[in-house]
T-cell receptor
Framework: GAVVSQHPSRVICKSGTSVKIECRSLDFQATTMFWYRQFPKQSLMLMATSNEGSKATYEQGVEKDKFLINHASLTLSTLTVTSAHPEDSSFYIC?????????????FGSGTRLTVV | EDQVTQSPEALRLQEGESSSLNCSYTVSGLRGLFWYRQDPGKGPEFLFTLYSAGEEKEKERLKATLTKKESFLHITAPKPEDSATYLCAVQPNSGYALNFGKGTSLLVTP
């Protein structure tokens, strides 16, 4: 159990366009979802935390108008990168925390490789 | 401020050569310490959660231990398929988000 599906796995977009990334918990209800960003050979950096039905809480230095997070249901959260620029190219990973066993509480998606050209 | 430091950054082992990975942490109250495995281009895969000093957990060739300042991931008789980046993360009492270290990149050669 505890599967998180993230889509798409790869996306290439032109500079100035927007990209939406979806994160779904398939077999549990995700009360909280986290969005991370990872640069090559670097750690996962937390961007924001979202609770279902509430506004996301963004980490310091993360532009909330650029990285729009929606957590409209207990199984779906989306991250939209608006007006993307080459410096937004990165590996984005979501994580979902459920209301079950703590060990399953931090299940990660498979990640999305975003390339902005 | 919470800090997680992993060492070494990279480790190369011969198949069957046992070793340990280190995760040193500073946190204002530890709720849990997590170990994940990450393959290139993939999301982290859960391995262990440790909650209190003295706790140990095992899974196949991996064993994780925890003290008040650090955690070790022991790899016994590794195989090439154990090659991956191993990530350590801490969850403080103050919240739910995990704070990750930079990881140890492990390469096991035949």
């Amino acid at each position: 159990g505890a599967v998180v599906s993230q889509h798409p796995s790869r996306v290439i977009c032109k500079s100035g366009t927007s990209v939406k990334i979806e994160c779904r918990s398939l077999d549990f209800q995700a009360t909280t979802m986290f969005w991370y960003r990872q640069f090559p050979k670097q750690s996962l950096m937390l961007m924001a935390t979202s609770n279902e039905g509430s506004k996301a809480t963004y980490e310091q230095g993360v532009e909330k108008d650029k990285f729009l997070i929606n957590h409209a249901s207990l199984t779906l959260s989306t991250l939209t990168v608006t007006s993307a620029h080459p410096e937004d190219s990165s590996f984005y990973i979501c994580s979902a925390r459920g209301d079950r066993n703590f060990n399953y509480g931090y299940t990660f998606g498979s990640g999305t490789r975003l390339t902005v050209v | 401020e919470d800090q997680v430091t992993q060492s070494p950054e990279a480790l190369r082992l011969q198949e069957g050569e046992s070793s340990s990975l280190n995760c040193s942490y500073t946190v204002s109250g530890l709720r849990g310490l997590f170990w994940y495995r990450q393959d290139p281009g993939k999301g982290p895969e859960f391995l262990f959660t440790l909650y209190s000093a003295g706790e140990e957990k095992e899974k196949e060739r991996l064993k994780a231990t925890l003290t008040k300042k650090e955690s070790f991931l022991h790899i016994t008789a590794p195989k090439p398929e154990d090659s991956a980046t191993y990530l350590c993360a801490v969850q403080p009492n103050s919240g739910y988000a995990l704070n990750f270290g930079k990881g140890t990149s492990l390469l096991v050669t035949p």
